[in-house]
């Protein structure tokens, strides 16, 4: 998987890089518009993460351009500017999803793994690690191929994980996703901690090979010792 | 008291003293000039009688008919006092209306050619004074009432004008609006004075526009420049924390400051969010149901709601519909909830009722009453709940206030209560 990061501060656009390359994926970057745009028109990417105000142009006017191109690249903007406005501009022009700066690593990269698996065309959409397998559209679980039982919330979260392997998972990251902007209480951490003992023992019962573990004080991570 | 009644009230005492005063003695001076009026028709009569008398003899004798009588009567000389008139006021006995009636009397005395003494008493009758003083009184009372009207309402007609632009300033200062579009003053005046106050008003008016402009405008740009900086530091921070190498100490450390990064993203949002909404950035609206949103909103509380062991009731009692943006409707409603979660107790209540026209979130608190004028200022935080970010209300004005929404709060029976009220 290729993935292109278009971002002019050098310093997110490198944390950007290294936290997608830890995924295994392929990552160039480009910090202006001409060089963006000069990759695009050379090289396919499976996903673009595109900032939109740039020294040398718009992310909007690269965004038409990779359409002309008729290029089957997702893309997800990322930009500081939290607008209605940019963000329907910019899913009208062909975007596949809109992140605010600033965001959560890992929600970047269950964005990323959204927007991969949406654009693979073969057969039903789904998410899978080691035993257990999500299907996002029909918000199904199943382990070993048998149907594991959640409730809404234990879902996301459970989601959350699964595109976030082996990533370290803050408390409030993991509220922040679930619940949206809303909930921005310490009292949802203990919601969050219920929530996850009973995903831990729903999965542990139903066999499941990946784990989730809690990291002191941080947060949880999914490992999956195979 | 408006200024119209409390200058006619202030007038009007000094210009019914005045009045009053002036009339009392123009009646004094009528009744004066009527009574003197009467003694010289006495003198005339006097001076007749006595030159006829003189001239006839047989006219010594008494005169009496129904407006005026004399009397002459011979008396010593040593009584008599010649070129002494004496004017008195009297009454006679009319035998044929059988009544007194009050005379006006002069007695004088002559001494005929053979140097007899005669007193002359001449008495007129004074109903017409009586009746010239009723008549002179009451034309003048009315004319006392119907002039103290007329001034009363030429001030105030007077008044009126000349203080026109005095009310159209009034009017501009109560309904001027920092932050919003005000349409130019119209304020035509030749007075010197309303120019000057008119000047200044719209000086200080563009300053406060012009200042909050700016303090806005600073806002919005500190909190946009801040974005990228704070998503290096969260990021760098994340990656870091997934280092193998770190020791649980220095998780922990992380972890602190992970939550702590957190709060400042998460008010920099809402502080831009703030902005936007003053701004007016949600242009696109449309009708929400708010019923269906608040059911949608509570059914994602639940699970919380449960943690915290409340109680949640929802009585609908009409259909609540508002033409606004949907994500704001969302922000409104999330924040009223989350802040009825916030600030309850382990296994309280949250009651809310919908109505045509209003949505009302009720929740048990052990706190007293909140302070309504701090309610919904930024950052006023009136609990321990240390948090919040203090701006939940905030911004639930601020999109009360955008959509006229009118928001009311209570405290009653133990329970906060924030009514909303919306507009038909």
């Not at chain 2, 009319?94 to 001449?122: G, S």
């Not at chain 2, 702590?260 to 696109?284: A, G």
């Not at chain 2, 916030?342 to 909140?370: M, Q, R, W």
Request: with cysteine; hydrophobic share 40%; net charge negative.
């Amino acid at each position: 998987m290729k993935i292109l990061v278009v971002e002019d501060e050098e310093a997110l656009r490198q944390v950007i890089v290294q936290s997608l390359k830890k995924e295994r994926y392929v990552v160039e970057c480009a910090s202006t518009f001409r060089e963006a745009s000069d990759k695009i028109n050379e090289y396919d990417y499976d996903c673009i993460v595109l900032d939109i105000m740039l020294p040398g142009g718009s992310g909007l006017t690269l965004l038409g351009e990779l359409k002309a191109l008729r290029k089957k690249s997702g893309v997800i903007i990322v930009s500081a500017k939290d607008s209605i406005d940019d963000k329907v501009a910019g899913l009208d022009l062909g975007a596949d999803d809109y992140l605010t700066k600033p965001f959560h690593l890992t929600e970047l990269n269950a964005r990323v793994k959204s927007v991969i698996r949406r654009k693979q065309q073969n057969g039903e959409q789904h998410l899978s690690l080691a035993n257990i397998t999500i299907y996002p559209d029909r918000h199904a679980v199943t382990i070993n191929g048998e149907a594991l039982s959640v409730n809404r919330k234990e879902f996301d979260i459970l989601y959350y994980f699964i595109s976030n392997p082996n990533r370290l998972i803050s408390k409030a990251t993991l509220a922040e996703s679930v619940w949206g902007d809303y909930i921005d209480q310490a009292d949802s951490f203990d919601f969050i901690y219920s929530q996850v003992k009973n995903l831990r023992k729903k999965l542990k019962s139903a066999g499941a090979i990946p784990e989730i573990k809690a990291v002191y004080g941080f947060g949880y991570k999914m490992t999956c010792e195979d | 008291m408006k200024l119209i009644r409390h200058t006619l009230r202030s007038l009007f005492v000094p210009v019914l003293v005045i009045f009053t005063v002036w009339g009392w003695v123009f009646y004094l001076m009528v009744l004066h000039e009527v009574e003197d009026e009467t003694d010289d028709t006495l003198e005339n009569y006097k001076e007749i009688i006595i030159r006829s008398a003189l001239a006839d003899s047989t006219m010594l004798e008494d005169h009496v008919d129904i407006m005026s009588r004399y009397y002459i009567r011979e008396v010593a000389g040593e009584e008599a006092k010649p070129d002494k008139d004496e004017f008195f006021d009297s009454t006679v006995y009319i035998e044929i209306e059988k009544e007194y009636e009050p005379v006006r009397v002069l007695r004088t005395y002559f001494m005929t050619a053979d140097n007899r003494f005669y007193e002359l008493t001449i008495a007129i009758s004074t109903l017409e004074k009586e009746d010239m003083i009723e008549t002179t009184v009451w034309s003048m009372l009315v004319l006392y009432i119907l002039l103290i009207g007329c001034v009363l309402l030429v001030i105030h007609l007077g008044f009126r004008r000349s203080l026109k632009p005095l009310y159209t300033l009034l009017d501009r200062l109560k309904n001027f609006q920092v932050g919003k579009t005000n349409a130019p003053l119209v304020n035509p005046t030749r007075i010197d004075e309303f120019k000057i106050l008119n000047e200044a008003v719209e000086e200080s008016f563009h300053r406060s526009s012009d200042l909050y402009n700016r303090q806005k405008q600073f806002v919005e740009n500190a909190a946009h420049e801040l974005q990228t900086p704070l998503a290096i530091c969260l990021n760098k921070l994340e990656l870091m924390s997934e280092n193998p190498d770190c020791t649980e100490a220095q998780l922990q450390e992380m972890a602190e400051l992970h939550r702590t990064l957190s709060d400042i993203i998460r008010l920099n949002k809402t502080l831009l969010l703030l902005t936007r909404i003053e701004n007016n950035q949600f242009p696109d609206t449309r009708e929400i149901n708010l019923n269906q949103l608040v059911r949608h909103m509570t059914e994602d509380f639940s699970e919380i709601y449960e943690s915290k062991a409340l109680d949640l009731q929802i009585r609908e009692e009409g259909t609540l519909l508002c033409t606004m943006n949907e994500s704001l409707a969302s922000t409104l409603v999330a924040n009223l909830l989350k802040n009825a979660y916030v600030h309850n107790y382990e296994g309280g209540s949250i009651e809310i009722s919908i109505t045509a026209t209003g949505l009302v979130i009720a929740n048990t608190d052990s706190d007293k009453p909140l302070d309504v004028s701090l309610l919904f200022s930024r950052f006023a935080r009136q609990s321990k709940h240390h948090e919040s970010t203090g701006l939940g209300l905030a911004i639930v004005k601020s999109i009360a206030d955008l959509y006229s929404i009118r928001i009311d709060y209570r405290y009653e029976s133990g329970m906060h209560k924030f009514m909303l009220f919306f507009q038909k």
